[in-house]
């Protein structure tokens, strides 16, 4: 009898490997292979010959006329903005965060929204009996909504529920709770999640069904095990925000059916997730009396320019004019938010000179500019769309970099290089 080859699976990418060893080969990561059961081999693994016996598709040209599948709007133009205008039917979507952010809350919210305008909506908790679930719709006023409720690990259960009668989402709270019989192996582990995905996934494209499913995340923020996951479904989305903070954002990582720049912005109040449609003013801290150490930066979310605020810090064992090397330098984001745009370059410089050398910058202020290398402060996207957003809220001046046009209704001071900067804030 052939001896059954022991096996090995990441649980961070999935890869399989014969052979414990201490870090993955294929992403690297550590302790993270653990021994599963062999998987269930599918007539997919078979020999492929060219003997016949399938069915022939259908092949059609790229110039055919396609209909763009009708989205459903959830009713919260936040959640529908983040994923690209309104939920696609048969489409398959991965929402990510941390424990307790407020992916079951979200989610509870949509699916009741969807309820109400008449769809038909299920929602299977394997974290919560279907009670506690239903407790939580009554205390966010949303009792009267006629989402169906199941509390639910097995897939092979959950399918053959709502098989007979396709509802028009379902929603699984989380993949992380859910078995698969097709194959061996505890709830959690990847080759589990993965083959509850599948499950589910295929079950959205049959059947026309838009499958959500919660992903919880792990501390390095991918999501816990399955970032095989990613490349299931159509969408993944990520529920960000800081626990400590009110504020929750929605951004797409992926998203066959849309672009991944805008966000959708939340604050979690007791009476549940509530939209911030101006996100601007929920990022800035009260700007009264100017404050050393901080600078405002107007961002771009996708269409949308969102003003943030940028906090330093140094601690220096020694005042040394402007020396970094010996300062203990902290930079923050207030509110929780979290900015990738290189057009923030001048705003984290000026927050820092400004920290170091204890002089503010004019709280009325915005700042933004790209910084080269070698110091010159370069033009940056969306200034006019970013100047417009600033003068609306009540900014007067701007620090730019020259040859941006725009700004009308703002003072503008128009630098070409670092030295510039740090010329003006110490005044010289
Ligand atoms: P939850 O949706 O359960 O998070 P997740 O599903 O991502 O784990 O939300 C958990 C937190 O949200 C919880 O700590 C309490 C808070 N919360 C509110 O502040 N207000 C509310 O109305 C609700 C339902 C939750
Ligand atoms: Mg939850």
Redesign the pocket.
Known sequence: MAKVKARYVCQACGSVSHRWQGQCADCAEWNTLVQEAAEVTSIFAAKHNLQGGGRVVQLIGLNTPAALPERLPSGIPEFDRAIGGGIVPGSAMLVGGDPGIG??TLLLQVAARLAQAGHQIVYVSG?ESAEQVRLRAVRLGLGGAPVRLAAATSVRDILTTVGDDAPAMLVI??IQTMHSDLIEGAPGTVSQVRASAQELVRFAKERGTAVVL?GHVTKDGTIAGPRVLEHMVDTVLSFEGERSHQYRILRAMKNRFGGTDEIGVFAMETEGLTEVPNPSALFLTHRGEPVSGTSVFPAIEGSRPVLGEIQALTVREARCGLSFATAEVYLNVAGGYRLSDPAADLAVAAALVSAMSERPVPSEAVVLGEIALSGEIRPVAHAGLRLKESAKLGFETAWLPKGVKGGEGLRLAKFANLRELVDQILGR
Do not use: P, R
Request: net charge negative.
């Open positions: 992916k079951s974290e709270d989380s919660v």
